[in-house]
Protein backbone atom coordinates (compact mmCIF):
# COMPACT_ATOMS: atom_id res chain seq x y z
CA UNK A 1 0.00 0.00 0.00
CA UNK A 2 1.48 3.45 -0.98
CA UNK A 3 2.25 5.78 1.94
CA UNK A 4 1.20 9.17 1.56
CA UNK A 5 1.77 12.33 2.83
CA UNK A 6 -0.45 15.72 2.74
CA UNK A 7 1.10 18.58 3.80
CA UNK A 8 -2.32 21.27 4.15
CA UNK A 9 -2.94 23.43 7.31
CA UNK A 10 -6.92 24.13 6.27
CA UNK A 11 -7.62 21.25 8.36
CA UNK A 12 -10.69 20.44 6.39
CA UNK A 13 -9.47 20.16 2.92
CA UNK A 14 -6.36 17.79 4.16
CA UNK A 15 -9.51 15.84 5.42
CA UNK A 16 -11.32 15.55 2.60
CA UNK A 17 -8.14 14.77 0.86
CA UNK A 18 -7.46 11.92 2.75
CA UNK A 19 -10.74 10.39 2.85
CA UNK A 20 -10.99 10.35 -1.04
CA UNK A 21 -7.44 8.71 -0.91
CA UNK A 22 -7.82 6.17 1.67
CA UNK A 23 -11.05 5.35 -0.38
CA UNK A 24 -8.76 4.42 -3.40
CA UNK A 25 -6.32 1.97 -1.14
CA UNK A 26 -3.66 5.12 -0.13
CA UNK A 27 -2.33 5.26 3.82
CA UNK A 28 -2.78 8.69 4.31
CA UNK A 29 -0.43 10.90 6.73
CA UNK A 30 -0.93 14.66 7.19
CA UNK A 31 0.29 17.62 8.66
CA UNK A 32 -0.96 20.89 9.49
CA UNK A 33 2.31 23.21 9.67
CA UNK A 34 4.70 23.60 7.02
CA UNK A 35 8.08 22.99 9.40
CA UNK A 36 6.63 19.37 11.07
CA UNK A 37 5.21 18.74 7.51
CA UNK A 38 8.89 19.47 6.73
CA UNK A 39 10.62 17.27 9.50
CA UNK A 40 8.11 14.08 8.90
CA UNK A 41 8.95 14.39 4.69
CA UNK A 42 12.65 14.13 5.43
CA UNK A 43 12.61 11.44 8.23
CA UNK A 44 10.10 8.80 6.99
CA UNK A 45 9.76 7.03 3.70
CA UNK A 46 6.57 8.02 1.91
CA UNK A 47 5.46 7.58 -1.87
CA UNK A 48 4.22 10.53 -2.68
CA UNK A 49 3.73 14.05 -1.01
CA UNK A 50 1.07 16.51 -1.49
CA UNK A 51 1.64 20.04 -0.66
CA UNK A 52 0.07 23.10 -0.22
CA UNK A 53 1.66 26.15 -0.86
CA UNK A 54 0.59 29.01 2.34
CA UNK A 55 1.82 26.82 5.22
CA UNK A 56 2.43 28.43 8.81
CA UNK A 57 6.61 28.25 9.78
CA UNK A 58 7.52 27.14 6.55
CA UNK A 59 6.17 27.59 2.55
CA UNK A 60 5.38 24.98 -0.04
CA UNK A 61 7.80 26.02 -2.13
CA UNK A 62 10.64 25.25 0.35
CA UNK A 63 9.68 21.89 1.95
CA UNK A 64 9.69 20.93 -2.52
CA UNK A 65 13.11 22.08 -2.58
CA UNK A 66 14.68 20.63 0.47
CA UNK A 67 12.54 17.06 -0.58
CA UNK A 68 14.17 17.23 -3.78
CA UNK A 69 17.60 17.91 -3.00
CA UNK A 70 17.03 14.17 -0.85
CA UNK A 71 14.86 11.73 -3.22
CA UNK A 72 12.81 11.37 -6.31
CA UNK A 73 9.95 10.68 -4.62
CA UNK A 74 6.60 12.61 -6.65
CA UNK A 75 5.86 16.12 -5.54
CA UNK A 76 2.35 17.61 -5.97
CA UNK A 77 1.73 21.19 -5.35
CA UNK A 78 -1.90 22.31 -4.66
CA UNK A 79 -3.28 25.85 -4.26
CA UNK A 80 -5.59 28.62 -4.88
CA UNK A 81 -3.07 30.86 -6.06
CA UNK A 82 -3.65 30.59 -10.38
CA UNK A 83 -0.59 32.85 -11.44
CA UNK A 84 1.64 31.75 -14.20
CA UNK A 85 4.83 32.15 -11.80
CA UNK A 86 3.43 29.87 -8.91
CA UNK A 87 3.51 27.33 -11.03
CA UNK A 88 6.52 28.18 -12.98
CA UNK A 89 8.91 28.48 -9.60
CA UNK A 90 7.19 24.84 -8.40
CA UNK A 91 7.84 22.99 -11.48
CA UNK A 92 11.09 24.73 -11.21
CA UNK A 93 11.73 23.52 -7.73
CA UNK A 94 11.01 20.01 -8.89
CA UNK A 95 7.09 19.30 -7.91
CA UNK A 96 5.85 16.84 -10.74
CA UNK A 97 2.58 18.49 -10.69
CA UNK A 98 0.74 21.68 -10.22
CA UNK A 99 -2.93 22.12 -9.05
CA UNK A 100 -5.07 24.32 -8.52
CA UNK A 101 -7.46 24.87 -5.99
CA UNK A 102 -10.67 24.40 -6.02
CA UNK A 103 -10.25 21.31 -7.72
CA UNK A 104 -12.17 17.85 -7.55
CA UNK A 105 -11.36 15.04 -5.28
CA UNK A 106 -11.36 11.73 -7.96
CA UNK A 107 -9.11 14.56 -10.03
CA UNK A 108 -6.74 14.43 -7.20
CA UNK A 109 -6.87 10.86 -6.95
CA UNK A 110 -6.53 10.27 -10.84
CA UNK A 111 -3.22 12.40 -10.89
CA UNK A 112 -1.94 10.57 -7.79
CA UNK A 113 -2.66 7.36 -9.08
CA UNK A 114 -0.68 8.46 -12.38
CA UNK A 115 2.30 9.66 -11.11
CA UNK A 116 2.79 6.61 -8.38
CA UNK A 117 2.26 4.07 -10.94
CA UNK A 118 5.14 5.84 -13.67
CA UNK A 119 7.29 6.58 -10.68
CA UNK A 120 6.50 2.72 -9.42
CA UNK A 121 7.45 1.17 -12.80
CA UNK A 122 10.65 3.29 -13.29
CA UNK A 123 12.55 1.83 -9.90
CA UNK A 124 10.92 -1.46 -10.49
CA UNK A 125 12.61 -1.68 -14.12
CA UNK A 126 16.10 -4.07 -13.83
CA UNK A 127 18.49 -4.44 -16.55
CA UNK A 128 21.18 -6.86 -16.31
CA UNK A 129 23.42 -4.39 -18.21
CA UNK A 130 23.17 -0.32 -18.03
CA UNK A 131 21.24 0.75 -20.83
CA UNK A 132 23.12 4.37 -21.95
CA UNK A 133 22.16 6.87 -24.63
CA UNK A 134 25.93 9.11 -25.38
CA UNK A 135 25.85 12.08 -27.62
CA UNK A 136 28.07 14.43 -27.76
CA UNK A 137 29.85 14.77 -24.34
CA UNK A 138 26.29 13.73 -23.00
CA UNK A 139 25.46 10.47 -21.05
CA UNK A 140 22.63 9.38 -20.12
CA UNK A 141 22.39 6.28 -18.09
CA UNK A 142 19.08 4.89 -18.08
CA UNK A 143 19.23 1.67 -15.47
CA UNK A 144 20.64 4.40 -12.67
CA UNK A 145 18.68 7.58 -14.07
CA UNK A 146 21.86 9.55 -14.12
CA UNK A 147 22.83 12.24 -16.22
CA UNK A 148 26.30 13.28 -16.96
CA UNK A 149 27.97 15.77 -18.99
CA UNK A 150 31.67 15.87 -19.88
CA UNK A 151 31.67 13.52 -16.94
CA UNK A 152 29.73 15.55 -14.71
CA UNK A 153 27.09 14.17 -13.41
CA UNK A 154 24.26 16.52 -12.88
CA UNK A 155 21.28 16.40 -10.53
CA UNK A 156 17.89 15.69 -12.26
CA UNK A 157 14.18 15.48 -11.20
CA UNK A 158 11.97 12.52 -11.90
CA UNK A 159 10.25 14.11 -14.88
CA UNK A 160 13.47 16.32 -16.04
CA UNK A 161 14.98 12.93 -16.58
CA UNK A 162 11.81 11.09 -18.51
CA UNK A 163 12.05 14.46 -20.64
CA UNK A 164 15.64 14.00 -22.02
CA UNK A 165 15.67 10.42 -22.23
CA UNK A 166 12.73 10.17 -23.94
CA UNK A 167 13.90 12.83 -26.55
CA UNK A 168 17.54 11.75 -26.85
CA UNK A 169 15.69 8.02 -27.82
CA UNK A 170 14.20 10.22 -30.16
CA UNK A 171 16.66 11.85 -32.07
CA UNK A 172 15.62 14.47 -34.69
CA UNK A 173 11.86 13.96 -34.36
CA UNK A 174 9.65 17.55 -33.64
CA UNK A 175 7.40 16.25 -30.67
CA UNK A 176 4.59 19.23 -29.62
CA UNK A 177 4.00 19.99 -26.04
CA UNK A 178 1.15 18.06 -25.71
CA UNK A 179 2.52 15.27 -27.21
CA UNK A 180 5.34 14.98 -24.36
CA UNK A 181 3.17 16.00 -21.97
CA UNK A 182 0.94 12.96 -22.44
CA UNK A 183 3.70 10.95 -22.79
CA UNK A 184 5.81 11.82 -19.55
CA UNK A 185 3.00 12.83 -17.65
CA UNK A 186 0.19 9.97 -18.85
CA UNK A 187 -2.25 12.05 -18.76
CA UNK A 188 -3.82 13.64 -21.79
CA UNK A 189 -6.55 16.36 -20.47
CA UNK A 190 -5.54 16.66 -17.04
CA UNK A 191 -2.87 19.35 -16.34
CA UNK A 192 -0.99 21.99 -17.86
CA UNK A 193 1.02 22.35 -21.06
CA UNK A 194 3.16 24.78 -19.90
CA UNK A 195 4.67 21.90 -17.07
CA UNK A 196 6.77 21.37 -20.69
CA UNK A 197 8.23 24.42 -21.19
CA UNK A 198 9.27 24.77 -17.46
CA UNK A 199 10.67 21.19 -17.63
CA UNK A 200 13.06 21.89 -20.89
CA UNK A 201 14.41 24.76 -19.53
CA UNK A 202 15.62 23.26 -16.65
CA UNK A 203 17.02 20.33 -19.03
CA UNK A 204 18.53 23.28 -20.69
CA UNK A 205 20.25 24.69 -17.71
CA UNK A 206 21.56 21.63 -16.90
CA UNK A 207 23.09 20.07 -20.05
CA UNK A 208 24.01 23.14 -22.00
CA UNK A 209 26.76 25.07 -22.72
CA UNK A 210 24.62 28.34 -24.34
CA UNK A 211 21.24 27.74 -23.45
CA UNK A 212 20.41 30.71 -25.92
CA UNK A 213 21.80 28.14 -28.59
CA UNK A 214 21.44 25.18 -27.77
CA UNK A 215 23.25 22.33 -28.99
CA UNK A 216 20.86 19.22 -27.55
CA UNK A 217 17.26 20.15 -27.12
CA UNK A 218 16.04 22.45 -29.93
CA UNK A 219 12.83 24.86 -30.35
CA UNK A 220 10.97 24.05 -32.93
CA UNK A 221 9.12 27.46 -33.25
CA UNK A 222 5.12 26.77 -33.37
CA UNK A 223 5.39 23.14 -33.15
CA UNK A 224 7.07 21.77 -30.36
CA UNK A 225 11.00 20.17 -29.38
CA UNK A 226 13.29 18.23 -31.63
CA UNK A 227 16.81 16.82 -29.55
CA UNK A 228 19.58 17.20 -32.47
CA UNK A 229 22.31 14.57 -33.21
Given at each position: ?143 A ?5 N ?15 FL ?41 F ?20
Amino acid sequence: MSRLLIIEDEESIAELEKDYLELSGFDVEIENNGQSGLDRALAEDFDLYILDLMLPEVDGFEICRRIRKERNTPVLMVSAKKDDIDKIRGLGLGADDYITKPFSPSELVARVKAHLARYERLIGSSASQNEMVEIRGLKIDKTARRVYINGTEKQFTTKEFDLLAFLAQHPNHVFSKEELFKKIWDMESVGDIATVTVHIKKIREKIEFNTAKPQYIETIWGVGYRFKV
